[in-house]
């Protein structure tokens, strides 16, 4: 009895269309590729501090850091953010077989 179950059920909701297929390997690398950028984008992996959960260490972590950058370094924080949830969105739309574009027949 396997401990760990495939549940990854992104090609059956999304049919592959078109000439190119994604297969269920592609799938879960790919969800997996999209898990590290939402976790990057989410997640802080510093140490915790004393008296600090790790519930309160969830934060937007780029964006809440830029606030305490100095002027001059606010744009760079700024952009890692906006790369991480664009990736993020984009890995998902791939993962999930909705990043195809399928020409009309």
């Known amino acids: ?15 592959p269309g078109g000439a190119s297929h994604l297969t269920r390997g592609g799938s879960d690398w790919l969800w997996a590729v999209c898990a590290v950028f939402t976790l990057s984008f989410v997640r ?13 260490r969830c934060q937007l972590v780029y964006y809440l850091l830029s606030f305490k950058a ?6 760079f ?21 909705l990043g195809l574009l399928r020409p009309y027949d």
């Not at 510093?46 to 600090?52: C, L, N, R």
């Not at 924080?77 to 077989?97: K, P, R």
Request: proline share 4%; glycine share 8%.
């Open 1 to 15: 009895m396997a401990v760990i179950y495939a549940r990854n059920k992104a090609l059956d909701v999304n049919p």
């Open 44 to 56: 802080d992996s510093s140490a915790p501090a004393e008296g600090t959960t790790n519930l309160d």
């Open 70 to 75: 100095r002027n001059g370094e606010k744009i």
């Open 77 to 97: 924080h700024y952009l890692f953010t906006i790369g991480l949830f664009v990736g993020a969105v984009a890995y998902f739309a791939m993962a999930s077989d």
